[in-house]
């Protein structure tokens, strides 16, 4: 968050896909809502193994000024929960609740190894291992840059 590299969205199709992405330790997802068109940007923090902090992006919106009448929005992240192995904690405050509640369907969807129906899923062509953009291709549809890549595959043994 605060990047102001734009990176283009590539739609996740399937649950592995998706929960690769998310479980890379710094992935950056869209959620966008079929029948409302409401959409939540979410960011998967890993801290320790099998272990991620869910933050939810939203926007501040600084009062206009007669110098700036129309100022630019502020993008801040929140932290609204965690993820122990495979359940979700959400935090136990009465914020962003509409981000909790897309967050929990998405995420029990995936537990189930079903891609949430009545909504799609974005990332951001950026690296789920390292959060830096990424341009080529084959890279974006894989969500991993090539030299997290090679050091996946290095680790893995391939
Ligand atoms: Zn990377």
Redesign the pocket.
Known sequence: MGSNIITVPVRLETYKDTLLYILGGKAKITVISNKTNHSFDFKLWKIANLHYKVYVKYAIYPKPTKKNPNPVPKFRGKCIGYIKGTKWFPRPDDTFQKAKVAWRWVWYALMRHTMPHKCCIYHHST??????P?KAMKSMVAG??????AAERAKEGK
């Open positions: 690296c789920r291992k390292c959060g830096l990424i991993i840059g090539p030299c997290c890549s």
